[in-house]
């Protein structure tokens, strides 16, 4: 929930009200992308409790389609989208940090972001102990405040009248005009659900795979479909769907303001910051561990390359409590380099939206191969199999289909620097160490 919640639930809302033609349909996208999420997330809770290793996802490709497939999601995740997430996110806490404390020096938000970056770098090279309970009291804290502004939009806050009518934004009543709607509105919301998958890279050291896992990822999806729905429940209660399509950056901080007064905005701006906060640290606790995990399978494959300084780095276990202290370093200098380098999350998601969510499908889809072959007596399986995960392969196809067709030239830019990885592949391939018998 911690890694999930971020500056999403804030700012998405608004901008589902320039697709979104009548309040239940907002319910409906909201609805219908927890269930989506819900759906990847038993079938990565089942892969967990049959390959209990950080890094679950890497390790679902390479068992059920070789280990080309996952190296290859994992030289994206190390180059590409995991740097970039965590310095987009860092960018956003800074901006906040400058709202909050009033400097609004663009040197400052840089500032801000890297001392975020460097502070969960610390508490995460301390062990994963150390992490879950930064994340927990952050998430507490966010839990907390959205329920307070929910409970202050439902019995603080005027309800408002909505006076004016709806203007249909998506033209037509035929099913292609339907579907266009639906994928529009799943397109934006989908985003704020993002975050599930970055807690399998614990996996390996949580304790008691097969029941705890499962119970976090149902569990934690659920709650946070319950909260996001209760959220738009509220705002919609204040502001209705003309007024938020006129100001969409500016429907939380209204119902904030309409609940507590000024001082619930300036509150709300901590809330924010807060919530980015934990996402940043749900980044940097997880991702490392999937840096790791890819990168010690290859090790001795890079011994005698150019590249075993940094195989070497990534796959580095501190002495003390085991901890991938080599991956969560490379993680967060990479990032900086990123923060500086880029800017902004903004000018990178674009880039690794199509390679990243097409190694999610495929490991959604590694359950259909790996079910029968390591489930045994005693494993925990999702429920409505196989339907849940043939719902999330199908939603997520469209949905790169459409990334493609709207967004072709990042899109295939994204494409390449995966790709990129290929030659990388080939030469540890040919130094691979020959095995005995």
Request: proline share 5%.
């Amino acid at each position: 929930m911690g890694d999930m919640i971020g500056s999403g639930i804030f700012f998405t809302p608004g901008e589902l009200a320039a697709v979104a033609t009548a309040e239940w349909q907002v319910y409906v996208f909201w609805s219908l992308c927890g269930i989506i999420t819900l759906c990847g997330a038993l079938t990565l809770a089942e892969l967990a409790g049959l390959l209990p290793r950080s890094g679950v996802g890497y390790h679902a490709l390479t068992e059920a389609y070789g280990p080309f497939a996952g190296f290859m999601q994992a030289w994206m995740m190390v180059l590409v989208s995991g740097p970039g997430a965590i310095a987009g996110v860092a960018v956003l806490f800074g901006e906040l940090a400058n709202q909050v404390f009033g400097s609004g020096s663009p040197g400052m938000q840089m500032v801000w972001a890297v001392a975020a970056i460097g502070f969960f770098a610390l508490v995460n090279l301390r062990g994963v102990e150390w992490g879950g309970r930064v994340q927990i009291t952050l998430t507490a804290i966010k839990v907390v405040g959205l329920s307070a502004l929910i409970a202050g939009g439902l019995f603080l806050a005027a309800p408002a009248e909505n006076t004016m009518p709806i203007a249909n934004t998506v033209s037509g009543d035929g099913l292609f005009d339907f579907l266009r709607l639906v994928g529009l509105g799943v397109a934006i919301v989908l985003f704020t659900y993002d975050g599930w998958i970055d807690a399998s890279n614990v996996a390996g050291e949580v304790q008691n795979p097969t029941r705890n896992f499962p119970l976090a990822m149902g569990l934690g999806v659920v709650f946070i479909t319950i909260i996001y729905l209760l959220v738009n429940y509220t705002f919609l209660r204040v502001m209705p769907l003309d007024a938020m399509r006129a100001n969409p950056t500016l429907v939380a901080s209204t119902v904030a303001n309409a609940a507590f007064g000024h001082a619930g905005g300036n509150a709300l701006s901590v809330l924010m910051w807060v919530s980015i906060f934990g996402a940043l640290g749900g980044l940097i606790m997880t991702l490392p561990r999937l840096f790791y995990a890819a990168a010690s399978e290859y090790v001795p494959h890079a011994a005698t390359t150019r590249m075993a300084p940094f195989f070497n780095v990534l796959g580095k276990l501190s002495e003390r409590g085991s901890v991938p202290s080599g991956a969560i370093l490379f993680a967060c200098v990479f990032a900086i380099a990123a923060l500086f380098l880029f800017g902004s999350f903004s000018r990178i998601v674009s880039f690794f939206v199509v390679p990243f969510q097409f190694m999610n499908i495929l490991m959604v889809s590694s359950i259909f191969r790996l079910r029968p072959k390591l489930s045994g007596p005693g494993a925990w399986r999702m429920p409505l199999f196989p339907l849940l995960p043939g719902v999330f392969i199908a939603v997520m196809t469209l949905f790169l289909i459409a990334a493609v067709v709207y967004n072709p030239l990042d899109s295939l830019i994204g494409v390449a620097l995966t790709l990129a990885g290929v030659p990388v592949y080939r030469v540890l391939m040919k130094h691979a160490p020959e095995k005995n018998g």
